[in-house]
């Protein structure tokens, strides 16, 4: 399978969710292998800032809003880019007792972890497998690999993208086309209070878990996951996982 190491000259990348965190440090990751960026983020404010840091065009827009993503998509294309690569990192999380969370908060997080993923990554992967060469990151989460207790939703969402990005990954490659699934675990970033959760101790920061991830992406690897003990604690039995996240995440 070709990586995207031979194609930066061919366009740009797009990075969604690039306003800070591992949405920023994956796209710095990027500016530092020759690419032309193109940041999405839905604070106007944070990701203007962004942008002139790295010198990227930018784009705002909302997600979780229906047809978002094609528009998108849609603007860029009219803007003249050709995107060569494709990272979707935009993501919102909830925590809680299932019942618990507002309905609002799960149809905005299922908004966008799944339906906006899964539609950008049509769009992209029409336009790639037809031109014979791209490269696409989704960027899912540790979480994908089991059960979620509190955090249900987030997790099953990143368990379905997860899926998805392994299947359409198959179907994309006899086309030059290259697809990864980037699995971190837990980064010392704003997530963790804008999901209304205590950050974990120990957590790894963002430019490490990006530098990693673009190394591993580059190579065209399945399946990345930064840190050590996050690749072996995928050999523990998921029901153990789960009962370890639950007693994480409870409430109390």
Sequence with gaps: MR???????????????????????????????????????RDGDALKDAAEKL??????????QDGAAEALYWRIKADG???????????????????TVPG????????????????????????AC?????????????GAFQPGPYTASYYASKAYLHSYTLA??????????????????PLDTEFFERAGVRKPRGAMSAEKAAEYAVKK?????????PGFLNRLARAVPAALRTRFVASLKKPG
């Design 104 to 127: 609002p908060r799960d149809t905005g997080l299922i908004a966008v972890n799944v339906a906006a993923a899964t539609k950008l990554t049509k769009l992209f992967l029409k336009d």
């Design 55 to 64: 010198g990227a065009a930018y784009y705002t827009a909302d997600l979780s």
């Design 217 to 225: 992406f580059s190579k065209g690897k399945k399946t990345i996951v």
């Design 168 to 185: 359409v990954r198959e179907e994309a490659k006899k086309y030059g086309v290259t697809v990864c699934s980037l699995c971190p675990g």
């Design 3 to 41: 990586s995207f190491d031979g194609i930066e000259a061919r366009g740009a990348a797009l990075v969604t969710g690039a306003s800070r965190g591992l949405g920023f440090a994956l796209a710095e990751q990027l500016k530092k292998r020759g690419f032309e960026l193109i940041l999405h983020g």
């Design 130 to 142: 037809g031109r014979g060469y791209g490269a696409l990151l989704n960027v899912c989460s540790v």
């Design 81 to 99: 880019f050709t995107l060569s690569v494709l990272v979707n990192n935009a993501g919102l999380g909830a925590s809680g007792e299932a019942w």
